[in-house]
């Protein structure tokens, strides 16, 4: 089992900044994948970005530029600083991992950006 714990959320004006953290910890094995994932009200959850043990990246075509993932191995721990932040990024931002083959979920922390 993995569990993983988020923080970092909270309310910031359009044009802002706020990084998350998520913290993993359990029966980790490596190479794994940590990202987040992002839910808005009324809408699926959809990726944001993505970090392997490698430290290979993936993000939503909607973050680029704007977002940065990174992780630290040693601690388990993944990162999501976000800048530019407009008002369609507010969601419950969730960390996840893919931990051999098996996906864990975070209980997600909220991001509301303000206009």
């Known amino acids: 089992q993995v569990q993983l714990v988020e923080s970092g959320g909270g309310l910031v004006q359009a044009g802002g900044s706020l990084r998350l953290s998520c913290a993993a910890s359990?029966?980790?094995?490596?190479?794994?994948?940590m990202g987040w994932y992002r839910q808005a009200p009324g809408k699926q959850r959809e990726l944001v970005a993505t970090i392997t043990s490698g430290r290979s990246t993936n993000y939503a075509d909607s973050v680029k530029g704007r977002f940065a993932i990174s992780r630290d191995n040693d601690k388990n721990t993944v990162y999501l600083q976000m800048n530019s932040l407009k008002p369609e990024d507010t969601a419950v931002y969730y960390c996840?991992?893919?931990?051999?083959?098996?996906?864990?979920w975070g209980q997600g922390t909220q991001v509301t950006v303000s206009s």
């Open positions: 359990g029966n980790i094995f490596s190479p794994n994948t």
């Open positions: 996840n991992m893919i931990n051999w083959r098996t996906p864990y």
